[in-house]
Nanobody
C-alpha cells in the first residue's frame, strides 16, 4: 500500500504561480495529477512515467504547467504558472500504472483569485 500526501496548494492571484508536491510512502511507477470540482468528474491534468521519459498534459494546462518527479524522494511536482480563476479546484495526486491509477492522495485546494 502506497500513501500519497499532497502539499503546496493555496490562494494565489490570477497570473501567479504555485508548485504542488506529492510525496509517496514508497516506490511508484507512473504518477499524475488530477483535479476535481464539486459535482464534476475528476479530470486528468498531467502525468509522468517513472523513467521521466514520458510526460503528458491536458490541453487546459499545456504550456502553463510542468510535471516533474524526484524518484530518490518518491515525490512528484506540478509547477503551475499563469494561473487562471478557472484553475480553482482541488488537485489530487495519483500513482500506479497509467491510466488506471491505484493510489490516490486526499487532495490539496488551489484557489486563484481574479
Amino acid at each position: 500500500q502506497v500513501q500519497l500526501v499532497e502539499s503546496g496548494g493555496g490562494l494565489v492571484q490570477a497570473g501567479g504561480s504555485l508548485r504542488l508536491s506529492c510525496a509517496a510512502s514508497g516506490r511508484t511507477l507512473s504518477m499524475a495529477w488530477f483535479r476535481q470540482s464539486p459535482g464534476k468528474e475528476r479530470d486528468f491534468v498531467a502525468g509522468i512515467s517513472r523513467s521521466l521519459s514520458f510526460t503528458r498534459y491536458a490541453e487546459s494546462v499545456k504550456g502553463r504547467s510542468t510535471i516533474s518527479r524526484d524518484n530518490a524522494k518518491n515525490t512528484v511536482y506540478l509547477q503551475m504558472n499563469s494561473l487562471k480563476p478557472e484553475d480553482t479546484t482541488v488537485y489530487y495526486c495519483a500513482a500506479g500504472v497509467a491510466p488506471s491509477y491505484k493510489y490516490w492522495g486526499t487532495g490539496t485546494q488551489v484557489t486563484v483569485s481574479s
